[in-house]
């Protein structure tokens, strides 16, 4: 288990480096654990409790995850839990809580067996509450990650990564899927400080607008809260983006690229019909000192599955019309080759920022009046 102050961003356990990467967990008889072996799918049935009512609701709850203490409440004796474990129809999952299965837990019960273990001063936070949550594509920390109040003393527990806040307050947890977690703002901010690079916080922040899971005025709302945490200020600059309409990473991307290259800077996600009047939703877009319309399209590494490049390949096809032209290029370019793109894009006649004209002031020699 590895413990980590959240508002500051540092480690607070002996032995674990300052980085994002909580140090390797290691089981009993050395090995590391692995937590991605285990799929997030639902569990086996348990086994052998239906000598007890009580105990089976509880299990269907709780993914077949129980603690000691309300192995307890529903009836049972020490000498009844210590028959099931030497038989091995139940196995331990450290030292508070119980799997009512003998094999390795899954995802689920991974996540149940880390909200026991914390119990009433905690809950579970940033990509671990994130998965509750259901964002796509940014929950792939295989480790636990739970929040406590400041100086909370948690026992051990493979694969349990244990933050401390100071402003961990009632108000901000919330019950999903019978798991207490952090909101899902509060989720997504958390996840992102506690990362190392910032082009990370972009693409989370995003990606939770673009999943319509949250808004970017819940996430302003929420950042006004968390104080000095890392990556503040790219958080802040990454919600007024996606509040201008950059709703992908890669339109983020294109803003700062047009200000860093002097190019007039785009209309954001402009929303047009086509011929056949259906909507459509535009990367960018420049009107020229033509009157021509020059539209950019940014695609991301999602354009590349086959779907997606279908459906772009219909999608473009009704967009060109006289007067009317369509640029491609991949976010991937943006980042790597902006010079070159820049280049093209002024070639293609996309106007350049006029520079701000300053107006000296008149100076008065008072010596020669």
Not at 150 to 174: D, F, K, Q, W
Not at 338 to 350: I, K, M, S
Request: with cysteine; glycine share 6%.
């Amino acid at each position: 288990m590895t413990w980590r102050d959240s508002d500051n961003s540092r480690w607070t356990g002996a032995g674990c480096p300052q980085s994002s990467r909580a140090c390797p967990i290691r089981t009993d008889a050395g090995e590391t654990a692995n937590m991605s072996t285990y799929p997030d799918s639902l569990p086996p049935p348990a086994a052998d409790v239906d000598r007890w009512p009580d105990l089976r609701a509880l299990s269907v709850r709780q993914a077949g995850v129980v603690s000691r203490e309300q192995l307890r409440q529903v009836g049972l004796t020490w000498g009844d839990l210590e028959a099931q474990l030497a038989a091995r129809r139940w196995s331990e999952y450290g030292p508070l809580t119980v799997l009512l299965r003998n094999c390795e837990p899954t995802r689920l019960q991974l996540r149940h067996a880390a909200a026991l273990h914390v119990g009433d001063k905690g809950c579970l936070a940033a990509a671990t509450a994130l998965e509750v949550h259901g964002l796509q594509g940014f929950c792939d920390d295989d480790q636990l990650h739970v929040l406590t109040p400041r100086a909370s003393t948690v026992a051990p527990l493979p694969g349990l990564v244990v933050h401390e806040s100071r402003r961990l307050r009632p108000e901000h947890i919330v019950m999903r899927a019978g798991l207490p977690v952090t909101g899902l703002e509060r989720s997504v901010i958390d996840r992102g400080a506690w990362q190392r690079r910032p082009r990370f916080v972009y693409a989370l922040l995003a990606a939770s607008v673009q999943q319509w899971l949250t808004t970017a005025n819940r996430l302003l709302a929420e950042l006004r809260t968390v104080g000095q945490v890392r990556h503040v200020a790219h958080m802040r600059l990454a919600v007024h983006d996606i509040v201008g309409g950059s709703q992908a990473l890669s339109e983020i991307d294109l803003v700062r690229f047009c200000r860093k290259h002097r190019l007039q800077p785009p209309e954001q996600q402009a929303i047009r019909r086509d011929a056949r009047g259906k909507k459509r939703y535009l990367d960018a877009e420049w009107r020229l000192l033509d009157g021509s319309v020059l539209v950019l399209e940014v695609d991301g590494a999602h354009h590349i599955a086959v779907a997606y490049w279908t459906e772009d390949m219909k999608r473009g096809r009704p967009l060109f019309k006289p007067g009317r032209y369509v640029l491609r290029c991949g976010a991937r370019e943006l980042r790597l080759q902006p010079a070159e793109l820049a280049a093209d894009l002024e070639l293609a006649g996309v106007p350049r920022l006029i520079p701000r004209l300053v107006t000296a002031r008149p100076s008065y020699d008072l010596a020669s009046q």
